[in-house]
């Protein structure tokens, strides 16, 4: 059973900005997080965010990536601004211990 859906990748130019969506079968009261896989690369953490709402980000998303949620809701979200080409990648949600199944990812390209 598809326990995530990620959502709202597309193309967009350098400097653009994104907002993708994760919809989780089940309410997210665990530490969720967001991840990222480049073609060729293997899968990083982007950031993560805690039931009490605290957050922590990888290094490159530092100042440019946003990690939200509602809490007791099925849904996680991750604003991006100022992206670059070498943010393209796969993005997918799930817990910060990679708990389940991933979901099929959403597609984020960032390329003039």
């Known amino acids: 059973q598809v326990q995530f859906v990620e959502s709202g990748g597309d193309l967009v130019q350098p400097g653009g900005s994104l907002r993708l969506a994760c919809t989780a079968r089940?309410?997210?009261?665990?530490?969720a997080a967001w991840y990222r896989q480049a073609p060729g690369k293997q899968r990083e953490i982007v950031a993560s965010?805690?039931?009490?709402?605290?957050?922590n980000y990888a290094e490159f998303a530092k100042g440019r990536f946003t990690i939200s949620k509602v809490n007791y809701n099925h849904t996680l979200f991750l604003a991006m601004d100022s992206l670059q080409p070498e943010d393209t990648a796969t993005y997918f949600c799930?817990?910060?211990?990679?708990?389940?199944?991933w979901g099929q990812g959403t597609q984020v390209t960032v390329s003039s």
């Open positions: 089940d309410r997210i009261t665990y530490t």
């Open positions: 799930n817990s910060i211990y990679q708990s389940y199944p």
């Open positions: 965010i805690t039931f009490e709402h605290n957050t």
